[in-house]
């Protein structure tokens, strides 16, 4: 499956931002995705997931009440609503998708198999 992740740009503390990611393929049954992201000089590190078939959602905990992972399956799209964004959330955001994956490596990069171009999202203070 291949992965167009769209949606980043600047925007000021306090603000919001909505992130896509569409499949090449349908994903809702066969497919965790997940949104990773990669700051300067940082390691790439989770965001949110969205398991496959039930959907149920994950966050780190940087970023839960504040960002919302969502799935469309008609649109085979996967969303991140990112609100109330802080300066330390610029970074590169990834959407990652994996079809093996176990529940106690949602979290982790090498778990996935597919992953889109990175968006670059920018918060000034």
């Known amino acids: 499956v291949q992965l167009q992740a769209s949606g980043g740009g600047l925007v000021q503390a306090g603000g919001s931002l909505r992130l896509s990611c569409t499949a090449s393929?349908?994903?809702?049954?066969?497919?965790?995705m997940s949104w990773f992201r990669q700051g300067p000089g940082k390691e790439r590190e989770f965001v949110a997931a969205?398991?496959?078939?039930?959907?149920?959602?994950y966050y780190a905990d940087s970023v839960k009440g504040r960002f919302t992972i969502s799935r469309d399956n008609a649109k085979n799209t996967v969303y991140l609503q990112m609100n109330n964004l802080k300066p330390e959330d610029t970074a590169f955001y990834y959407c990652?998708?994996?079809?093996?994956?176990?529940?106690?490596?949602?979290?982790?990069?090498?778990?996935?198999?597919?992953w889109g171009q990175g968006t670059l999202v920018t918060v000034s203070s």
């Open positions: 969205a398991w496959r078939n039930t959907g149920a959602t």
């Open positions: 393929e349908r994903t809702s049954s066969s497919y965790t």
């Open positions: 990652a998708g994996g079809r093996t994956l176990i529940m106690s490596t949602i979290r982790d990069v090498a778990a996935y198999a597919h």
